[in-house]
């Protein structure tokens, strides 16, 4: 069977300790999720399963815990995935699975992740007389020595493939430059369900190139640094669509889809976890006889600059077809949530193309994982 998606739509994101500060993810996921339905036209108890990615909740099923909050009967089951920075955009290909197999009709599918209220984790005591450490993410290893943290592999990467630190802030520069424009525009907000007030993303500002050179230095190796400019912030946000049947699509030909062609995931170096994208896309992409230059758009993450950089130019891509409304470094990264805006924001890129236009997202997590998706316009 076939798998389309259909009404995507995404919070506003707000960085850290900024506008959603006092919302957990239930507050900021339900919104979202009721934005979904009702522009699918779906009733809550119509949906068969909830997905939702999330990385730093802590547990406790915050999917179950959005879907209660927005309204969903309590007959619809729902379930938390985390794969880190990909767990939104899995959320999604997990639905399609399910869509594919007939074990579902429609799956409500995506992520949320607020940094705001992210419990503080620390570790028990091994032994009588020790004290609680705190500590700020898990190991995405066993090998300490290969688990390093994220800004000092984005530098190793950098330093690997040569991408210079100018190169890597008039990146950044022309992601705000694209993301300012888009606002300009209004051409996000179809997609855009406000909340608190807040109708637009907050970080999106006009970015200089000098203001970028001046940015702290987040990890540093001989003569090569890596600048907060070139680095996307931590932020709150929720992002979510239906995955539906062909059956469904056919008895409601009103709403606009796009077809799931198909996803890959992909595990690669930890040490350089900004090229697992490139292994999932490329493995996508041969999959189905298809080349980068086929592809009207595509939505590659920006966690860090360098990191794009390096999925652009791996897999080919043109790079005036990739994140054409801005990407994360002019929003911010909500772990969870991240690939879900990746694939809302393919949706809507798509849907100004012609049918049976093609597009990419691809992301990357800690731990050298990477997850590609692949969607037609119908």
Known sequence: ???????PRRSPVAPRGGAFTALEVDALAGP????????GGIEGGDVGEVIAGNALYGGG???????LLAGLPESVPAISIDRQCCSGLDAIAHAARLVEAGA???????????????PIRMRRPANEGEEPATYDR?????????????????????????IAEEAQI???????ASARRAQALKSCEGEIVPLEEVVADLFTRDLSTETGRRSRVLAQTGEARLRAATAAVSADAAAFALVVSADWLQANPHVAACRIVDSAAAGSDPCLPGLAPVVAGKRLLARHGLDAGSLAVAEVMEAYAVQAIACIEGLGLDPARVNRGGGALARGHPIGAS?????????????????GSRGLAAIASAGGLGTALLLERA
């Open 104 to 118: 579902a009709e429609c799956v409500l599918a995506g992520g949320v992740e607020s940094y705001s209220r992210a």
């Open 1 to 7: 069977m076939t798998a389309y998606l259909v009404a």
């Open 170 to 176: 008039a990146f950044a520069v022309a992601s705000h």
């Open 61 to 67: 099923n915050p999917a179950r815990r959005a879907a």
């Open 339 to 355: 690939g879900a805006i990746l694939a809302v924001r393919l949706f809507h890129e798509l849907r100004g193309e012609p049918a």
């Open 32 to 39: 979202v999720m009721r934005a979904c339905l009702a522009a």
């Open 138 to 162: 898990p190991p995405f290893t066993p090998w300490p020595e290969r688990d390093p943290d994220m800004a000092e592999a984005a530098l190793a990467l950098a330093v690997r493939l040569g």
